[in-house]
Structures are given as C-alpha cells and as structure tokens.
C-alpha cells in the first residue's frame, strides 16, 4: 500500500509541475483533464502527509517515554502515544478507502430521468413525490439542477427530466437507477387500502465533447406541431422535434419550448446521454464477473427500494438497509441512505481487494 501512495505523491508533484507551465491554460481540454487528475489525488496526498507526520509523533512519543526520567512528561509521552496509535490506524483504514479503484464516471455531472410505472395516477403522483425529494437533496448538498422536460398528467408528474450538476454528482446519485415501489393509501381510497405503484428511475452521466460526440448522420430530425389540450396556447406551428438514432433507434421527442431550436437542443442532449450511457453500460456489463457483489446501478429494471408510507419505512433492498424515517427521507433527508449505498459498495471493494 505505501509503495502506492509513495508513487500517488510523485505523480501528484508532476501534475503540480505541468500546471505551473503557463502554456497549459492555451490547451483547455489537457489543462481540464490534468487539473481534474490532480485534484482527485489531493486527499490521498493529504491524507498521507498526516499520516506520515502522525507517525514521526508516535515515535517521538516512544522515544520520550525511554528516555525521559520526569514523570508529568512521561504520561503525556504515553498519552501523544495512545492518541497517535489510535490516529494512525483510523488514518490507514482511511487511506484503504482512498486507494480504491475510482469510478472513471464519478465526477461526472448526470441527467435524471423519473418515469411512471405500474399504478396509474398514484404512480404519477409518487414522480413528482420523488421528483421533489430530489430537488430538496440537490439543494442541502449544493448541487444545480435544471429542469429538461416534463410531461403533467392529471395529478402528478407522467415523466420528468432533470440535469444536475455539482462535484461527484454520479457518485452519490448513480445508485438511484432502477425500479422504485411506493406502498400507501391513495387519497381516493375510501376503503384504507394500501396500494402499490412503481416508478422506473435512470440516472445518466454527461459526457464532455472531448470523449464522447453525437454523430449528426446517424441523427434523423423530424418536426412536427406540438399537441396540448386545446385554447389559445395551443402551439400552432411545427416546434416539436423529434430525434432519432439510426444505429440504435433511439427515440427522443420534445415539445416543451414554442422554440423548434430550443426543443432540438435538448432532444438532442436528451438523446447523447442516452447514446453514451449505453455505451458505458455495455463496457460495464463485460465486467460484471470482477464487479460481483457491487451495488447495481446499470439494471433499469430491478427493483432497488420500497417507500411504505403506513410504515413510514424506506427499505433498499440491495444491500438490506430499513430505515424508519420515511417522512424525512421523501423531503430530501437523504444523506443516510446515499452514505449507506456509498460504505457498502465500498466494503465490497475493499472485500475484493483483499481477496486478490
């Protein structure tokens, strides 16, 4: 292990050298990708630097205790020492975690797609339940998100559409994918019967244009006029647009903005993350053998986690956490469960490192 972080601080002090190269800031693409390199070494360097410097303290502090024939000194020797050995085995576990293998996507920025599943308008309302519960999260970790798409229906939310970004926001939101089940009474139920409903979520990472760009001719464009539900803000002109990837038939449509310009940009960004999340997932999925026993995030179609409301119980269903706090995790408490999903996946790693 030290032999890594030996080589992780040698590297650290080349990034460091080639950022000082005042030429850097005329190649933006190598000045992002070496800023973006060094700034994802900076706590394995620091975090070793204490480590190293805790552990010159436990030495002294040994030394003292040998060597020190005043006795008030030698019980805080043998104070600095228990500290120092407690220190340095929590900071070893620590610098563990660090050396892990990084997902090369964990930086990156996501898009959010929430669509309604199986249950009718209690599905479509638990959208917009989620929907908001997100946002809530987004904004007690100061993260920026902003809304894409959204189709209402009659009570709550048929599908929606976000981008959000923020440092490491596919780290902590990658583990959302998949089918969410909510368990409680609909308001219309006059009989008190729990009923179920689901709602598929997909979070996809944001490709930068340096590592991944739509080929326009495999892009067909249709445009077409918008529908509504009729009255003066009908749009009446051929604004909806629709996209489709030929090698993939992907299908994207937006009608949102009276702007035909404004509708193919965001198909069109729609449409790119869709593209490149299939292809990380394909790359994922040939190394499924070596990624046994990691929390899922590719499988749209398992199902992850049950909200039952008359229990006020959330349980993800992975990794086999049950939590009763459900009215505060769905107003954007979220942080236990995001950090549960983050130490296991991190236990299995560490898991799998010791096994090799």
């Known amino acids: ?107 990156k920025d996501v898009m959010i797609e929430i669509r309604a599943g199986a249950g009718g308008n209690e599905a479509s309302i638990f959208v917009a339940d989620v929907l908001r519960m997100y946002q809530n999260y987004f904004k007690e970790v100061g ?15 048929k599908e929606v ?23 409680r009474v ?19 990472p944001e490709a930068d244009d340096v590592e991944f760009e739509l080929n326009m001719n495999d892009v067909r464009v249709d445009v077409y006029r918008a529908g509504g539900n009729g009255g003066q803000s009908v749009n009446t002109t051929d604004s909806a647009v629709r996209v489709t990837h030929l090698p993939t038939n992907t299908v994207v449509a937006i009608q949102d903005e009276k702007s ?4 193919k940009a965001k ?27 990691m929390v899922g995030t590719g499988d749209r179609s398992e199902r992850i986690r049950t909200y039952n409301f008359p229990q006020g119980r959330l349980t993800d269903h992975r990794i086999g956490l049950t939590l009763y706090s459900l009215d505060k995790i769905i107003e954007g408490d979220m942080g236990a469960v995001v950090e549960a999903l983050i130490t296991h996946n991190q236990a299995m790693l560490l898991q799998g490192e010791s096994e090799a």
Not at 57 to 71: G, I, T, W, Y
Not at 161 to 183: A, F, L, N
Not at 260 to 263: A, E, L, S, T
């Open 1 to 107: 292990m030290f032999d890594k972080l030996e080589a992780v601080v040698i590297r650290h002090q080349e990034l460091t050298q080639k950022l000082a190269d005042p030429t850097i800031y005329d190649r933006q693409a190598e000045f992002k990708k070496i800023s973006s390199e060094r700034s994802a070494l900076e706590p394995i360097v620091n975090t070793f630097k204490e480590y190293k410097d805790t552990k010159q303290n436990v030495v002294d502090a040994k030394d003292m205790l040998v060597n020190e024939s005043d006795p008030e000194l030698k019980e805080m020797a043998r104070e600095e020492l228990n500290l120092g050995e407690a220190k340095l085995t929590e900071l070893e576990e620590h610098l563990k975690v660090l050396l892990l293998p990084k997902d090369p996507l964990d930086d």
């Open 260 to 263: 035909q310009i404004k509708n």
């Open 186 to 204: 609909p308001k219309t139920e006059s009989q008190g019967r729990v009923h179920t409903s689901t709602i598929t979520v997909a979070v996809l």
């Open 267 to 293: 198909a069109l960004k729609i449409l790119s993350a869709r593209i490149y999340d299939k292809m990380v997932r394909e790359a994922q999925e040939k190394e499924a053998a070596e990624r046994k026993g």
């Open 143 to 157: 993260f920026k998100f902003e809304m894409i798409s959204v189709s209402e229906s009659d009570e709550g939310i």
């Open 161 to 183: 559409i976000i981008t959000v970004k923020g440092e490491q926001v596919y780290s902590r939101m990658k583990y959302e994918s998949g089918v969410h089940r909510v368990q």
